[in-house]
């Protein structure tokens, strides 16, 4: 079984928000592979279905990004999965918009999402796509709370279905083979 987590913060003033952009992917995975999210547990809202023939949960933590780690734990010890079993979407600063980075392991990078995670799974160790929201040009905050252009969401349209194609590859092979196929992933359409 898969857990696929998708980080934001929860309510009607986040909804396209820069910082919001996991959710965006977990709605996207949802809509092709017909997962309804309809269950209210572990501080998050999340579904379950399947993917290339494998059990999934997509997960949305309704913590707040700060300590979207108490949704994840709580789930993993309700389902007794490892670290081997999550995957993490979350937007990056470092990366311009459209990009995609994935990776097996590694630092928080400042994210305070992936800070949570790591401080409650003991572990850097779970695999991860960072899709790009671009650099802040003045306030961070400000940034990732900001919502995107026009010109922005239509190449993300088109990020988004490469990230769920990326999962599906992860589910079906692993995190090594979805790296070499779409890390450095860039949109069609330029901004």
């Given at each position: 079984?898969?857990?696929?987590?998708?980080?934001?913060n929860p309510g009607k003033e986040y909804e396209n928000t820069r910082h919001n952009i996991g959710f965006d992917a977990i709605d996207k995975i949802a809509e092709k592979y017909n997962i309804e999210l309809n269950r209210i547990k572990f501080k998050s809202v999340y579904?379950?279905?399947f993917i290339g023939?494998?059990?999934v949960i997509l997960l949305k933590p309704t913590t707040y990004m700060n300590l979207s780690g108490e949704s994840l734990r709580a789930?993993?010890?309700f389902y007794k999965l490892s670290n081997e079993d999550v995957l993490v979407l979350y937007d990056d600063i470092s990366l311009e918009v459209g990009r995609i980075r994935i990776r097996e392991k590694g630092s928080a990078g400042g994210h305070n999402g992936i800070k949570s995670i790591i401080a409650h799974l003991g572990s850097d160790i779970f695999s991860r796509i960072k899709i790009g929201v671009?650099?802040?040009?003045?306030?961070?905050v400000n940034h990732v709370l900001g919502k995107f252009s026009k010109e922005e969401r239509e190449v993300l349209e088109e990020t988004l279905k490469a990230v769920v194609d990326s999962v599906e590859v992860i589910i079906k092979t692993d995190t090594k083979e979805a790296m070499n196929r779409f890390n450095g992933?860039?949109?069609n359409k330029k901004i």
């Open positions: 079984m898969f857990l696929i987590v998708g980080l934001g579904g379950e279905g023939g494998e059990k789930i993993m010890d671009g650099q802040p040009k003045s306030d961070l992933f860039i949109p």
